[in-house]
């Protein structure tokens, strides 16, 4: 497992009733399957960030994340698992969540910066003390983010074009998945170089950088950005939590509120008002992230 390879990802029909209606055709591709504990798109977004510290032998990781945070989930599992020290800044105040929890039991060592501190991530010189601290540890952006991390998500697509013959397909239109940062669905649209349009669902308002994040990792086209957040990051409203219980039900696949459930009703709202067209063949990611779920469901 020194090339930290990746276990593959099911392709299944995604039969439900909204989508029969419409005449549209859905696969899903079961990133929250691949692992019991790491964490869906997190793992292809840390691939390459793994290879960059073995091949620099740095003695651990250190990323930053909130007290739910899959990313981190997925970092201390992979440190854990492939042989690196973990440390976690947290957003925020000390508070025990089923995440904080994991994170301890796999050996993370946490600092929590509150609040502010957590604002100046961006600052430059804000790594400078933990590198004084952890010396030569390799440093991930919150989430996963930049080039390392799209870099990994072109996996995605080829674990999908691997399987199409499973489901008797030669070929789809496009794709809708979640998107935080965009960084996934730019490692994506890179990989698909035109071939397929991949839609983003935003888990966070048009108005927070995920445009120009992708734009800057995946350029101009290929692909179409949709506010997905209904009116914030973290808002849940019962409408929300009766499509996922509804989903649940009609297919046993299990979402949670803030990226797949969310990613998932736009994709009805869509199919609704009639933007694909009757035939159309779409592949559906579940990013995973269900650990974060025993935070708030
Ligand atoms: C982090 C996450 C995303 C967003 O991924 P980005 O690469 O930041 O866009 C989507 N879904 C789930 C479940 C996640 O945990």
């Known amino acids: 497992m020194s090339d930290f390879s990746l276990p593959q990802a099911p392709l299944q029909r995604l039969d439900l009733s909204w989508l029969r209606h419409a005449g549209i055709e859905a696969a899903v ?13 997190k793992w292809f977004k840390l691939r390459h960030h793994l290879l960059q510290a073995r091949k620099a032998d740095a003695p651990g990781l250190i990323s930053l994340g909130g007290n739910h ?8 599992t992979a440190g854990k698992r492939f042989g690196f020290a973990t440390a976690g800044l947290l957003r925020g105040h000390p508070r025990e969540t089923p995440t904080v929890q994991d994170l301890r039991a796999l050996g ?12 100046n991530r961006h600052e430059p010189g804000f790594w400078e003390p933990w590198q004084a601290r952890y010396p030569g540890w390799h440093c991930i952006p919150e989430g996963g983010g930049g080039q390392a991390g799209a870099q990994g998500c072109g996996l995605i697509v080829a674990q999908c074009r691997a399987q199409l013959a499973t489901l008797g397909w030669t070929d789809y239109d496009a794709w809708w998945l979640a998107a935080g940062t965009g960084t996934t669905l730019a490692g994506m649209v890179l990989e698909e170089a035109g071939r397929h349009v991949v839609h983003g669902a935003l888990a966070v308002p048009l108005d927070h ?5 992708v734009a800057a990792l995946a350029g101009a086209h290929g692909y179409q950005l949709h506010d997905a957040s209904r009116g914030g990051f973290a808002r849940i409203d019962d409408a929300l939590l009766a499509f996922i219980a509804d989903t649940e039900r009609q297919t046993s696949m299990p979402l949670e509120a803030l990226y797949t459930g969310k990613a998932l009703l736009a994709l009805r709202d869509q ?5 694909f067209v009757p035939g159309t063949r779409l592949v559906f990611l579940h990013t995973g992230g269900l650990q974060g779920r025993r935070g708030y469901l």
């Open 108 to 119: 993370m060592e946490m600092h929590w910066l509150g609040f502010g501190g957590y604002r």
């Open 209 to 213: 950088g995920v445009p120009e994040t």
């Open 29 to 41: 591709l079961r990133l929250d399957l691949i692992d019991p504990l790491i964490s869906g798109n």
């Open 69 to 76: 945070s899959n990313h981190l989930h997925a970092l201390a």
């Open 271 to 275: 199919v609704e008002a009639g933007r």
